[in-house]
Nanobody, 124 residues
Framework: VQLQASGGGLVQAGGSLRLSCAAS????????MGWLRQGPGKEREFVAG????????SYADSVKGRFFISRDNAKNTVYLQMNSLKPEDTAVYYCAADRFRTWVSTTASTYDYWGQGTQVTVSS
C-alpha cells in the first residue's frame, strides 16, 4: 500500500484546511486509517483515525470539535477537515494505515504504512 498525502499549506489562525490521503492497493479500503502529526521538536502524535467502514472515528482531545476525519472507499481516499486552526496545530501531517486492527489505535507504532507527510503551518 502506498499513501500520498496532500492539502497542506500556510493558513492564518482561525482558518481551515482539508488534507487528503490517496491510497493505492486494492485492500486499502479494509484498513483502519489515521492522521498523525509531528510538530517542531515534538514526538509524532495521533490526531484522528477512522475504521475501515467509516462507522467509527477517534480524535485526540486537542482537536475534538475542530477536526473531522472521513473516507471515501470508492476513491481510496481519506480526508481530514481542519477548522479553527491554531498555531499549535503547526506540524507535518502524516496519513497512515493499520492492516491488522478493526478498531482505531491512537499509538503511532501500530500503523504499518505511512505517507510522506504534508506541512501545515498556522500563523498567529
Amino acid at each position: 500500500v502506498q499513501l500520498q498525502a496532500s492539502g497542506g499549506g500556510l493558513v492564518q489562525a482561525g482558518g481551515s484546511l482539508r488534507l487528503s490521503c490517496a491510497a493505492s492497493g486494492r485492500t486499502s479500503s479494509t484498513y483502519v486509517m489515521g492522521w498523525l502529526r509531528q510538530g517542531p521538536g515534538k514526538e509524532r502524535e495521533f490526531v484522528a483515525g477512522i475504521s475501515s467502514t467509516g462507522g467509527s472515528t477517534s480524535y485526540a482531545d486537542s482537536v475534538k470539535g475542530r477536526f473531522f476525519i472521513s473516507r471515501d472507499n470508492a476513491k481510496n481516499t481519506v480526508y481530514l477537515q481542519m477548522n479553527s486552526l491554531k498555531p499549535e496545530d503547526t506540524a507535518v501531517y502524516y496519513c497512515a494505515a493499520d492492516r491488522f486492527r478493526t478498531w482505531v489505535s491512537t499509538t503511532a507504532s501500530t500503523y504499518d504504512y505511512w505517507g510522506q507527510g504534508t506541512q501545515v503551518t498556522v500563523s498567529s
